[in-house]
């Protein structure tokens, strides 16, 4: 729980780079009841890894994912590569083998951190605010980690805070078109009920305040356990963004202009994503990637799951996408 960052020589795709370091990343409880951990690693100042068509800029710092608490392993693959097709920024997800000394230390999946080589390749100035949301976000307390500027101040971010708890009126609803990128919003909460992403009310989100027009937008971040088959089997319900029990979200779907629109992209990302067994073909490539041998040694150092012989999550998710399809098929809005 130190953030202590550890000596490290980092090796990839033929290039090694001395004197990086290497830290525990993530919340408080994968680090503490977790296993394995996701790990942050740094270049030393100006280095930087080129990770291919993977990627979209040049990175000194990455993290790689345990995804320990998603036991399909894949399943948050998949979620980016909708949120990359679906929205304005790219973020670099895919599976690597990870060896320390010679020893196979388990399957992660590389990820881009929202650093600044991010902000600076997908446009973000340093007049503009970028927040990572954590432990409440918004509602009675504010609970933001501002990344940029770093300052610290939360000013403009409780403004919209102070709108965001209020009840629906007209003076709420014409701040929202003054102040908030209603477009961006919709988008968001559609991409996010279509795979059932509901652990972004406190946290797993980025608020970004463009200093050039004021409006605010979201950021995803954090697609684990997403697409899943719900414990309750009510797969129904999940098809507006009330479940996720976001401020913001919640205050945007309650103006019925915006609803509209929510309908109308809702209806498109269906149609896209569900009319075949595109998603399902995706998440037997991705197992067929790691393969065998990696999934064999994966079970072995963590006894979690050997998702290449034995198919249960491959199953799993394919019944998720059944359910997705079944609750927007019963839902008379769309």
Not at 187 to 203: E, I, Y
Not at 228 to 235: F, R, T, Y
Not at 308 to 331: C, P, Q, V
């Amino acid at each position: 729980l130190t953030d202590t960052k550890i000596p490290a020589v980092v090796y990839y795709n033929g290039k090694v780079v001395d004197n990086a370091t290497v830290r525990v990343r993530g919340g408080d409880y994968s680090r503490t009841f977790y296993p394995k951990k996701s790990l942050k690693f740094e270049l030393p100042k100006g280095y930087t890894i080129d990770i291919g068509d993977e990627g979209e800029y040049l990175v000194d710092e990455f993290a790689i994912q345990a995804d320990f608490g998603d036991w399909s392993q894949v399943t948050p693959d998949i979620a980016w590569d909708v949120f990359n097709a679906e929205t304005d920024s790219f973020e670099s997800s895919f599976f690597v083998r990870a060896e320390i000394n010679g020893d196979f230390h388990g399957i992660f999946r590389y990820q881009n951190l929202y650093d600044g080589a991010y902000r600076d390749a997908t446009g973000i100035s340093d007049d503009d605010e970028f927040f990572k949301a954590g432990g409440g976000a918004f509602g009675d307390t504010l609970s933001f980690d501002k990344k940029s500027p770093d300052d610290g101040d939360l000013t403009r971010l409780a403004q919209l805070n102070d709108v965001l708890v209020q009840s629906k009126s007209s003076a709420k609803t014409a701040y929202l078109y003054e102040n908030v990128d209603i477009a961006n919003v919709v988008n968001h909460m559609a991409l996010s009920v279509l795979m059932r992403h509901d652990d972004q009310s406190g946290q797993n989100f980025y608020m970004l305040r463009d200093s050039e027009t004021g409006l605010w937008s979201i950021v995803e971040w954090d697609l684990d356990r997403t697409f899943v088959v719900p414990s309750d089997g009510d797969g129904g319900s999940f098809t507006t963004p009330t479940p996720i029990k976001n401020e913001l979200l919640n205050s945007v779907f309650e103006v019925p202009e915006f609803q509209e629109m929510y309908w109308r992209r809702m209806q498109t990302i269906v149609d896209k994503y569900l009319a075949d067994d595109s998603l399902v073909t995706r998440h037997n490539e991705l197992i067929e990637q790691i393969g065998a041998s990696n999934s064999a040694a994966e079970f072995a150092k963590w006894g979690r799951n050997d998702i290449y012989s034995n198919r249960f999550w491959e199953n799993e998710f394919a019944d998720a996408i059944d359910l997705r399809r079944d609750a927007f098929a019963a839902e008379t809005r769309l």
